[in-house]
């Protein structure tokens, strides 16, 4: 839906977006990788009701990340380079933009998938996405009223 709604996002300057930002993507998922996995961990063999896995893995990974960094300015309080420093305040920045780039390289790739598509199939499915959409937004509004009895 976001392709045909969004054809242009996978545009020159966007693609360029990607490849520059694969690398601090890398590092965001590398030093943030193991408090992900141990909330996926935990929702999975704890929580049995499918509602609370989304609270618990979010509770879970802040939880989990606090003490992370809380270990990491202590390490940085230890050994006193402003180096260390830098790279503990980068860590949460990179995990950040690692859940940023994923966003975007869905999108893009949506895109790119609409567009390589035939233009008759392209303009099949814009207008159906366009129905849908105008169906959805009428039944929202509530411009129909009904009399009061």
Same mark, same amino acid.
């Given at each position: 839906?976001?392709?045909?709604?969004?054809?242009?996002?996978?545009?020159?300057?966007?693609?360029?977006?990607?490849?520059?930002?694969?690398?601090?993507?890398?590092?965001?998922?590398?030093?943030?990788?193991?408090?992900?996995?141990?909330?996926?961990? &935990?929702?999975?063999?704890?929580?049995?009701?499918?509602?609370?896995?989304?609270?618990?893995?979010?509770?879970? &990974?802040?939880?989990?990340?606090?003490?992370?960094?809380?270990?990491?300015?202590?390490?940085?309080?230890?050994?006193?380079?402003?180096?260390?420093?830098?790279?503990?305040?980068?860590?949460?920045?990179?995990?950040?933009?690692?859940?940023?780039?994923?966003?975007?390289?869905?999108?893009?790739?949506?895109?790119?998938?609409?567009?390589?598509?035939?233009?008759?199939?392209?303009?099949?499915?814009?207008?159906?996405?366009?129905?849908?959409?105008?169906?959805?937004?009428?039944?929202? &509004?509530?411009?129909?009223?009904?009399?009061?009895?």
């Amino acid at each position: 839906d976001y392709g045909v709604r969004f054809p242009q996002k996978s545009s020159f300057v966007n693609t360029l977006i990607l490849v520059i930002g694969f690398i601090p993507y890398c590092l965001g998922m590398l030093f943030n990788y193991f408090s992900v996995y141990f909330a996926k961990r &935990t929702a999975k063999n704890k929580v049995k009701q499918r509602e609370f896995k989304s609270p618990i893995l979010w509770a879970v &990974t802040m939880g989990s990340q606090l003490i992370f960094a809380i270990v990491l300015f202590i390490a940085a309080l230890i050994i006193g380079k402003w180096q260390f420093w830098v790279f503990a305040i980068l860590i949460p920045v990179w995990g950040y933009l690692a859940i940023l780039y994923t966003e975007f390289y869905r999108k893009w790739r949506a895109a790119k998938r609409f567009n390589a598509l035939d233009a008759n199939i392209q303009s099949e499915l814009s207008q159906q996405r366009h129905a849908i959409s105008n169906k959805k937004f009428w039944e929202r &509004t509530n411009l129909v009223s009904t009399p009061h009895q």
